[in-house]
């Protein structure tokens, strides 16, 4: 039994299935046979207990009820008092053996299928489309792939099989009863109907109050997960005490869930328990009197009396264990919720060029939407770029920007016109081809918690050299940076490294972009403010990135864009203005006039203090 018998993927959109039950069913896949041996181990245990108690009605009735004489095989008392005590020992050996290695392999079956499960779902994550992605809270996606994945796991390792124990339990003890007294058998299950009734209200109550309590510990991980995220927001609004009392706000309302959930569950047993102890009772006085009046031996007595508590037992934890399988059931559905979305095809193109593109790019009359709002964010956007040509994209916040440029590599899908590339619909394009050919200088650079080498050379597919990786690092003006930090290029990024300032990270992403040597280049600088050495650093460095291929720069400063070959000024979503500086700036009363106005005006009275201070 080794797990690494098994591929560690396995594709979990097959066990899609509204039966809850057949959806767990299918998960297991390959471990089918293990867990259905877990399960033949566990009747060997349940038979083996069984036979226990005839061992004991054997004992009593031929060596306590002093029928000394007729004893087998002509054993003497002391060597028949020997073999009994041995088979007892026998079986206790047999019962726990069994039982152990059945708990073996349900462990084996639940923590591989839910190590595949947890494989999956990253896997499966990764290939969601942005929209997905924006719309999802992160903390919410967390709390499925863990909590609710150990959840399934509980389910495989402990409860399915706790069931399977439960009902073979009872129908191996059921028959033993039978044979040892109809009457007393069928007397000793004459509540089941109701602890049944019992156990599926509860089953129905627990399940919605499982919900309720798994939800809202999403929204806590959400809280704070954000709150870790954001905690310089947080601090430099000084907002702790609100986020605070929100957290606990949310927290509160964790426990009032949870201790709903626990009271319900608390209840089931002392319920199920005064039900079954009159059972009980009524089994013991009705198997007396069978035995006063000689109907039954002491010893059928005696094994009758230890049977019934064997038979009473896996009726009541039956509905326990059937009330704590909603926790798996409620887990299956919150991650198949996940399973469930489609995921963003990446080779479905028709045309797949061989070589590199040109670049030349051409927007039709291109209408766009993000699918969770309402309004248009692009409006019959329409304009044409050469291979190697610049545009850049002025604009107001939210005025559409980085939308419009998301749309090339295929982020998003636009509803109306077209976009054409190299002549070819953008669509036709497969959206790897795409990604590979574009480089994007993200508005918000992420880097990973990992060596600036690597997240310099991140995503590109081949070993890349340490002097290329100098190489771009000096293009892109970072190279005295990184040198200046006590591991140069192996120094870590984040949390157990150096914090790089905004400027940084955004010149360790030219870096990079300079290695992956895109056809298409989209510089997205709409927040980012650097000091004016900086800036002019990166002007540099980002002028050596364009040069040859078609690039899309936004940005606010006029100075960035000038030497665009085309300008587009765009407001709520429309192209206001067209054309290069030289055509714009002659239109008088124009946005991009005013904007040239006022950021001139604001450089000459900058220049004059920085003078005077001198
Ligand atoms: P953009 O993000 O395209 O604006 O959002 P922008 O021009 O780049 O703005 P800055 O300069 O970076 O600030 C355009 C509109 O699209 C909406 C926004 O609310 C905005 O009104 N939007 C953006 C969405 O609805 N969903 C998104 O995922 C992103
Ligand atoms: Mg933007």
Request: charged letters at 20%.
């Amino acid at each position: 039994m080794n797990l690494t018998n098994f591929s560690t993927y396995y594709d979990f959109r097959s066990t899609l299935h509204t039966n809850r039950l057949v959806g767990l069913w299918r998960m297991m896949a390959d471990f089918r046979p293990y867990y259905l041996l877990a399960a033949i181990s566990l009747a060997v245990s349940a038979m083996a207990k069984t036979a226990g108690f005839f061992l004991l009605r054997y004992f009593a009735d031929n060596v306590l009820a002093g029928t000394g004489s007729s004893l087998p095989f002509s054993l003497n008392l002391t060597q028949f008092l020997i073999a009994i005590a041995l088979g007892f020992m026998g079986l206790a050996l047999v019962e726990g053996g069994f039982a152990y290695f059945s708990g073996r392999l349900a462990a084996f079956t639940a923590e591989g299928v839910t190590r595949r499960l947890r494989n999956f779902l990253f896997d499966h994550i990764q290939r969601l489309n942005f929209s997905y992605h924006s719309k999802t809270k992160t903390g919410d996606l967390i709390e499925r792939c863990t909590s609710d994945v150990d959840a399934l796991r509980r389910f495989f390792s402990q409860q399915a099989i706790g069931v399977g124990r439960i009902i073979l339990l009872f129908v191996v003890n059921f028959i033993a009863l039978l044979s040892l007294h109809t009457g007393l058998a069928w007397f000793s299950i004459i509540s089941l109907p109701f602890i049944l009734l019992i156990t599926v209200w509860f089953f129905k109550q627990i399940t919605k109050r499982y919900e309720d309590y798994q939800e809202q510990e999403a929204v806590l991980s959400t809280t704070l997960q954000e709150n870790l995220t954001g905690v310089r927001v947080v601090k430099a609004f000084a907002n702790q005490n609100y986020e605070i009392g929100k957290f606990e706000k949310d927290n509160l309302e964790k426990f009032r869930r949870g201790k709903l959930l626990l009271i319900t569950h608390s209840l089931y047993w002392p319920l199920s328990q005064f039900v079954l102890g009159i059972q009980l009772l009524a089994g013991y006085i009705f198997g007396a009197l069978l035995t006063i009046n000689a109907e039954i031996t002491v010893g059928t007595y005696l094994a009758y009396s230890g049977m019934v508590i064997w038979l009473l037992w896996p009726i009541q934890n039956l509905g326990r264990l059937i009330v704590d399988t909603s926790a798996g059931m409620v887990s299956y559905t919150r991650i198949m919720a996940i399973t469930k979305q489609i995921r963003e095809p990446l080779s479905d193109g028709k045309v797949s060029p061989a070589g590199p593109l040109k670049g030349e790019i051409v927007f039709e009359d291109v209408s766009f939407k993000y699918s969770d709002g309402s309004a248009e964010v692009l409006n019959s956007i329409s304009f044409k770029v050469k291979p190697g040509q610049t545009v850049a994209l002025l604009g107001s916040t939210g005025s559409g920007k980085t939308s419009l440029v998301n749309l090339l590599p295929r982020f998003h899908e636009y509803s109306n016109g077209k976009i054409m590339l190299d002549g070819v619909d953008l669509k036709d394009y497969s959206r790897k081809y795409l990604r590979r050919q574009i480089g994007i200088v993200e508005q918000e650079p992420f880097l990973f918690s990992r060596s600036i080498r690597e997240n310099i050379s991140y995503g590109l597919g081949r070993d890349i050299r340490g002097d290329e990786i100098e190489a771009a690092a000096k293009a892109a003006a970072i190279h005295e940076d990184i040198i200046s930090f006590p591991d140069g290029y192996s120094t870590l990024v984040g949390e157990r490294g150096v914090t790089l300032s905004g400027g940084q990270k955004q010149r360790v992403t030219i870096a990079r972009i300079l290695l992956k040597n895109p056809r298409i280049l989209i510089f997205d600088d709409s927040t980012s403010s650097v000091d004016m050495d900086t800036e002019a650093e990166i002007r540099a460095a980002l002028n050596r990135l364009m040069e040859g291929r078609t690039t899309f720069i936004i940005a606010h400063r006029i100075q960035t864009v000038m030497n665009a070959d085309l300008i587009l000024v765009l407001n709520k979503g429309n192209i206001v203005q067209k054309g290069s500086h030289k055509e714009l700036i002659v239109q008088k009363d124009s946005i991009y006039r005013q904007m040239f106005d006022i950021q001139t005006r604001i450089d000459e009275e900058l220049e004059i203090e920085v003078s005077q201070a001198k």
